[in-house]
């Protein structure tokens, strides 16, 4: 039975509660925060297990590596308190159910996970990729299962990532690319959570699209462009590698705009805050995201996860910004067509 | 050649009539599970007056006239049960004419909806008309006289309600104009405030006239459309989700739709709705309105509005959609067919399980596609199954859970929707007698000869 990794001594003795202190959306202070997480992990009931809208930033906020996240999806699973409404747990619980159904390039030790993201096949294409094409793997057998935890359903994600684990295992890959940030929480924070064994070493797709756009530099034109990233809520999981998004920016000669929703700060695209909260959630968040995105002078949208482009790309383009994902700026960058509408 | 081909070649010329093999094969079945039956002539008029002369010979000869537009129906409406002329109207086809400030398109009587569709486009890209979710070749009159639904239906009704009169040639060969047409030039009502005719022919499907001429109301085609699915678990809840929707008198269309394949429709009821601007502020203050709507289902946890993939998306955005088809050649083979009862919104759950119940009952592919008409007065729920033409077990199954259909449909207080002439003698049987005395009063006085689509509500 695989268990939660969770000391409640380090939120006993935390100087700052930041995992809720923080909060974007409940306002808690460091008093009421400390207390929460106590009886949260006593299994008591609490304010945050119904009030937290799983932007999963607490995970970030948290410096001492405790998973307060992971353990209020835990403890609201316990207690059946549902986040979003049946019909749409039901909907992923059936989406990313393995069906056996899958695609495999030609399997080395290196290889891209495109997780079950099918916008992705299209993506990665070109000479960033030539080094490790055609090596990858696509489909729901691969699914991480990391967005259950937006439907408090460790369950889920317990009895599928040990299996998912071990088709990476039975494959013999020893470096799994995740070309998204939850492909790559998964390997590098949820399972050590849980005390899952890797087998493989995780990278995260901007420290490899870094480590080739340097390989490339001769190729590089610099874009000239202004960008303002839109940065997911999984990107909470691997808070680790987002510099490398400034660092990508440098390298291709784009203009990252500081703005009030970054880092830390930043906001998610709204599309889980609709399923659980409804309309007036997701609209503020949108509005305030995009508002920032036009008042700080960004022309396009940088997007890093499929799902926010999804949900945001028509929305920036009414007001007047363009919407791309990381991969085609970078192949923008060196010379090569986007394969999405820029 | 035939007297009767010679007598119809002079109408209509020879190239235009068949008593040919080749012709009667195709005309003999449409692409449903009637059995095939052969006409002995096919004509394609070009003219009212060609019409007229078709009728009058057959009823000369006590020959069935059979009208046909594409022969979509998918329950032999258009198969000539008892032989005789299959009048293929597709040489009508023109748009005679657009009254843009009085919104309606009069049109002859084999014009398809793609073709009004691809006209207004052109030349008039602030009007549409309702388009049924059928190929594009289906025709509007036929659509009309089988009280077919399409985009628009909930908040305007059956498409027999979107029209301002038809002109009819009688099975006696005599032109008759029906609605404002009858006394002035403008076609404008169908009936009021004069009594309503259109009755006489809209629904009997081509058992009591031909329609030669067609008024079709057209509407404000906003700048834009979209689309949104709220998901639900329980069919218990759906009728109260429809009430909710409708109550806003905002969405433009209400369609549900529950399907077990693939993996993302799964276990869910979706109940989708369209809203139309010509802002973003218009669209978005009905996408606001309606989300409102639903809070309190939100809340409960007892639905929730879902992501839409692009893909997805485009589909549900298509007019005619066209995933229909999709959804056909599931089990290969092509195989497709649905019974549609028309019936109360609050019926709804019970006919959902009766849906999966057949389907696990006859192991078959299906699909429940319902469409919410005027408002919520009702809806036509389609028990739509999948099959291989080529495996003829699974045709027999199919078969089989339509009749469980049919039976269901009456249980339950529904109405056959372009039902098979097996449903309609099920229905005349079951229809109040004095309702039945009426229908035979009509058909009688109009057809003597019984000549119309015979076999089609033969009240007798």
């Not at chain 2, 409102?292 to 893909?311: N, V």
Request: with cysteine.
């Amino acid at each position: 039975m695989l268990s939660l990794k969770f000391n409640v001594n380090v939120c006993k003795n935390c100087p700052t509660s930041d995992c809720l202190v923080k909060c974007q959306y409940m306002n808690i202070d460091k008093d009421t925060a400390r207390e929460q997480m106590v009886k949260i992990y006593n299994g008591e009931d609490s304010f945050v297990l119904h009030d937290c809208v799983t932007c999963y930033a607490c995970e970030e906020y948290c410096r001492r590596g405790n998973n307060p996240f992971y353990l209020i999806t835990e403890r609201r699973e316990e207690k059946g308190i549902l986040t979003t409404p049946r019909a749409i747990t039901n909907q992923w619980v059936n989406i990313g159910e393995p069906t056996g159904k899958y695609r495999l390039g030609d399997v080395k030790g290196r290889v891209l996970s495109l997780g079950f993201m099918p916008e992705l096949l299209q993506l990665v294409k070109g000479r960033l990729f030539e080094d490790v094409m055609p090596s990858y793997l696509f489909g729901n057998d691969f699914f991480c299962n990391v967005v259950f935890i937006h439907f408090a359903k460790t369950s889920i994600i317990k009895e599928r990532l040990p299996v998912v684990i071990d088709k990476y295992r039975n494959l013999g890959v020893k470096e799994v690319i995740c070309m998204h940030d939850e492909c790559y929480g998964a390997f590098a924070s949820l399972a050590p959570a849980y005390g899952i064994e890797v087998p493989f070493t995780p990278i995260h797709y901007f420290e490899y699209l870094y480590d080739r756009l340097k390989a490339l530099s001769d190729v590089i034109t610099p874009l000239n462009i202004t960008v303002a990233y839109q940065r997911p809520c999984s990107a909470r999981l691997s808070a680790d590698k987002q510099h490398y998004v400034r660092d990508i920016m440098e390298l291709i000669g784009v203009d990252l705009v500081h703005r009030e929703y970054e880092d830390e700060n930043a906001l998610c695209c709204g599309e889980v805050m609709g399923w659980l909260y409804g309309y007036d959630l997701k609209y503020d968040l949108q509005k305030r995201n995009i508002d920032d995105m036009v008042k700080n002078g960004a022309d396009y949208c940088l997007f890093n996860c499929n799902a926010c482009q999804n949900a945001l790309s028509e929305k920036v383009a009414k007001r007047g910004i363009k919407s791309v994902h990381m991969i085609d700026l970078c192949r923008m960058a060196i010379g090569e067509k986007p394969e999405m509408e820029v | 050649m035939s007297d009767i081909v010679r007598l119809l070649a002079n109408i209509v010329g020879e190239r235009y009539v068949s008593d040919q093999e080749e012709e009667a094969f195709f005309y003999s079945r449409d692409p449903g599970l009637m059995p095939a039956r052969k006409p002995d002539y096919v004509v394609l008029p070009k003219t009212t007056e060609e019409i007229q002369a078709i009728v009058r010979l057959a009823n000369r000869e006590k020959t069935p006239v059979v009208p046909m537009g594409a022969s979509l129906s998918l329950t032999g409406l258009a198969i000539p049960l008892r032989g005789g002329i299959v009048v293929d109207m597709k040489r009508m086809n023109k748009i005679i004419a657009v009254n843009e400030k009085s919104r309606y398109a009069l049109v002859e009587g084999g014009t398809s909806q793609g073709a009004l569709k691809s006209y207004l486009i052109n030349k008039y890209p602030r009007l549409r008309h309702s388009l049924p979710d059928a190929p594009p070749a289906a025709t509007i009159a036929a659509n009309i006289m089988i009280h077919g639904q399409g985009r628009l239906s909930q908040q305007h009704g059956f498409n027999s309600d979107m029209i301002n009169g038809f002109e009819v040639v009688l099975p006696s060969g005599e032109i008759c104009p029906i609605g404002s047409a009858s006394m002035t030039s403008d076609w404008f009502t169908k009936g009021a405030p004069f009594p309503d005719l259109s009755g006489l022919f809209l629904g009997w499907c081509g058992s009591t006239g031909i329609i030669t001429k067609l008024a079709v109301r057209l509407y404000p085609n906003k700048k834009m459309r979209d689309v949104e699915i709220f998901l639900i678990d329980d069919e218990a809840i759906v009728p109260e989700v429809v009430f909710e929707i409708t109550h806003t008198e905002l969405a433009e269309d209400v369609l549900i739709f529950t399907q077990p394949l693939p993996a993302v429709f799964k276990d869910n009821h979706h109940v989708s709705f369209y809203i139309t601007g010509d802002t973003d502020e218009e669209l978005e203050f009905k996408r606001k309105i309606l989300w409102k709507a639903l809070d309190p289902f939100i809340k409960r946890k007892d639905g929730g509005f879902m992501s839409i993939p692009p893909g997805v998306k485009g589909s549900l955005m298509e007019m005619p959609q066209t995933s229909a088809a999709r959804i056909a050649d599931i089990k290969k083979g092509g195989g497709f067919e649905y019974s549609g009862p028309v019936v109360p919104v609050e019926r709804y759950p019970e006919c959902a399980r009766k849906l999966t119940e057949l389907a696990v009952k006859y192991d078959l592919a299906y699909s429940g596609m319902i469409r919410i008409i005027a408002g919520g007065h009702c809806m036509m729920y389609a028990f739509a199954f999948t099959f291989n033409r080529a495996d003829a077990n699974m045709v027999e199954r199919t078969k089989k859970a339509l009749e469980e259909v049919s039976d269901f449909a009456l249980e339950i207080g529904g109405l056959y929707w372009k039902p098979n002439v097996d449903e309609q003698n099920m229905a005349i049987k079951r229809m109040h007698p004095n309702t039945r005395n009426l229908m035979r009063m009509v058909k009688s006085n109009l057809d003597p000869n019984g000549i119309m689509n015979p076999g089609n509500w033969e009240v007798v």
